[in-house]
């Protein structure tokens, strides 16, 4: 196989950490391209080079990007996210003829980088395609909420060996012989 160099750009680009703990432990470095428009991508495998050094692959497809274009940088190991159920606030009640589960998680983010930086952190609220089952009482706190997608969306920024804690609970109902996976 032989590798040929199409074309080299070295683009300005604004870096943020992003994390979804809920599909995936891991905190990402992305890099946020404006104006990408003008070096008429085609789609297809890039080589992503950061600070000099490979970074990785990544699938570009300029068709299906809009505003912006977002590369993945890799993994950052010195930013912690774990995502916890709180069991205090898990309980499990019966109301007539319905099972009431009350579920609260919490988020522990610790940046152990020497600079501060910003965090992009997402989870969701699980969306019922049954009407017999309600999720209800959505506590978010502090996150933007997106009633539609229910996603609950933290911005931060968070200084060197900082630790910030954020939290969510909901209630889910449903009928006492129905099973639901949670």
Known sequence: MTAITINDFEVKANFEYFAAPLLNENVFLTAKLAAWEQFNLLPGEANIYFDG???GKT???PFQTKKELTISLGIEPNIVVERKQVNDLKSTQFIGNN????KAYELNIKNNQAKNIPLLVM???PISQNKEIKIDDIIYNDA??????????WKINISSQETINKSFSYKIK???GKRINL
Do not use: C, E
Request: aromatic content about 16%; charged content about 40%; glycine content about 0%.
């Open 99 to 102: 099972r009431i589960v009350n």
């Open 144 to 153: 933007d909420y997106d009633d539609k997608k229910r996603l609950l969306t």
């Open 123 to 125: 989870d969701r609220i």
């Open 174 to 176: 449903y009928p006492k």
């Open 53 to 55: 050094s490979y970074a």
């Open 59 to 61: 699938f570009i497809d």
